[in-house]
C-alpha cells in the first residue's frame, strides 16, 4: 500500500460517518480513527500505521545476543581477555566503540548485491566514512562512521533486520 492510497482512505473516512477503519494487507496493518466521530473535540482524522514487527523483532532477538555470545567465546582462547569480560559488558569489548544503527530497517553492507561491501573487517575509518546501508520504507539511508579507527567485527548479516540503536559493527578507535 503507497502513500496515496493511505491519504485516499484518510479522505474517505474522515468524510463518512465510519468511525474507525482497520485494513489488514497480508504483515501490513493501518487503522484509522474518525475522530469526529470518537471524540467531541472536533479534530479530524487519526492514523496509526503498524509496519510488520514480527518479522523484525525475532530476527532482531538473536542478533542482539551474539556480542555477548561472542566475548564469551574469547574468553577461553586466552586469559587476559576473561579479566576484560566485565568490561566488556560495560562498555563493548573493552575499548571497543560500536557503530550503532540510527533507524530500524534492512542492513546491507554493500551498495548493490554485485558491489564489494562498504567496510572488512581490518578496514581503516575516519569520521564520515561510509560503512553501510540501511532500507527504511523503501528509501537507502547511508550510515557514516562516527569515530577514526580500525574495524574489529561485523555484527550484523548482510540483507537482515536491524532495530533503532543495534550495534552493527565494533571499532577499535585510534
Do not use: H, W
Not at 532477538?61 to 556480542?67: A, E, F, M, N, T
Not at 562498504?118 to 581503516?124: H, L
Not at 527504511?136 to 550484523?156: D, R
Amino acid at each position: 500500500m503507497d502513500i496515496n492510497q493511505i491519504q485516499e482512505l484518510i479522505r474517505l473516512v474522515s468524510k463518512s460517518k465510519i468511525a474507525e477503519l482497520i485494513l489488514k494487507e497480508g504483515d501490513f496493518e493501518i487503522v484509522i480513527r474518525n475522530q469526529t466521530l470518537t471524540e467531541p473535540s472536533g479534530a479530524s482524522s487519526a492514523v496509526v500505521a503498524f509496519p510488520p514487527p514480527v518479522m523484525n523483532l525475532p530476527s532482531a532477538v538473536p542478533i542482539l545476543p551474539s556480542p555477548p555470545a561472542s566475548a564469551p567465546a574469547a574468553t577461553p582462547t586466552a586469559p587476559v581477555p576473561s579479566a576484560a569480560s566485565p568490561a566488556a559488558e560495560a562498555t563493548p569489548a573493552g575499548n571497543l566503540i560500536p557503530i550503532k544503527s540510527p533507524m530500524v530497517g534492512t542492513f546491507y553492507r554493500s551498495p548493490a548485491p554485485d558491489k564489494p561491501p562498504f567496510v572488512k573487517v581490518g578496514d581503516m575509518v575516519d569520521v564520515g566514512t561510509k560503512v553501510c546501508i540501511i532500507e527504511a520504507m523503501k528509501l537507502f539511508n547511508e550510515i557514516e562512521s562516527e569515530v577514526k579507527g580500525k574495524i574489529v567485527k561485523v555484527l550484523v548479516e548482510d540483507a537482515s533486520p536491524v532495530e533503532y540503536d543495534q550495534p552493527l559493527f565494533l571499532v577499535e578507535p585510534l
